[in-house]
């Protein structure tokens, strides 16, 4: 499928942004993007499939993965593979399930993935809250009856002053930590 690239940014105060763009990768989901902000860059990729006879509620499913390899390490050692999601990784997935579901229609019953990896990261920008807007973005984009779109931010109050998106650095002086 061939898809016209697109690139959005969004300022977001104090000289951060947050670049969305899309047609790049996953031309073949319903729809996908990659969100970056400064040098951490996730993927998000939404599929659908058709509902299983007797469903009676929205079998929505959110994986989000953190691979050692988007830092530049490979585990060693004698673990050689990466396991199940960690606490971390459940606690995105659950944070993007959230806000997403209620925002299908009632009565929708199609199987929904959405797939979001981490591609690399920076050690400043936490992907976390990156998660639940590349898959708004991602469904916004698909063909789904999305009722969206949603925004995703982390507050902090630094000196006083609240902060969008704190870096991991920034959050050690921050009072509040507000998705």
């Known amino acids: 499928m061939n898809r016209k690239e697109e690139r959005g940014v969004i300022e977001i105060g ?4 947050i670049e969305i763009s899309t047609g790049k990768v996953a031309g073949l989901a319903n729809g996908s993007c990659l969100v970056r902000m400064g040098d951490t860059v996730i993927l998000v990729a939404v599929c659908s499939g058709k509902p299983r006879e007797g469903t ?3 079998p929505l499913q959110v994986d989000y993965r953190e691979k050692y390899s988007a830092a ?16 971390r990784e459940i606690l995105i997935c659950r944070l993007t399930d959230r806000p997403l579901r209620p925002l299908f229609p009632e009565g929708f019953f199609e199987e929904i993935q959405i797939q979001a990896l981490l591609l690399s990261t920076d050690g400043e920008n936490d992907p976390d ?3 639940p807007l590349g898959a708004s973005a991602a469904l916004a984009l698909s063909d789904l009856p999305f009722q969206g779109p949603l925004g995703a931010l982390r507050v902090g109050l630094i000196d006083g002053k609240f902060v969008a998106n704190p870096t991991i650095t920034e959050m050690t002086r921050s009072s509040i930590n507000l998705v």
Not at 14 to 17: A, P, V
Not at 72 to 87: A, L, M, Q, T
């Open 14 to 17: 104090s000289g951060k942004q």
């Open 56 to 58: 009676d509620f929205l």
């Open 72 to 87: 530049g390490k490979f585990p060693g050692g004698y673990i050689k593979r990466e396991g199940r999601p960690n606490d």
């Open 129 to 131: 809250v990156l998660c």
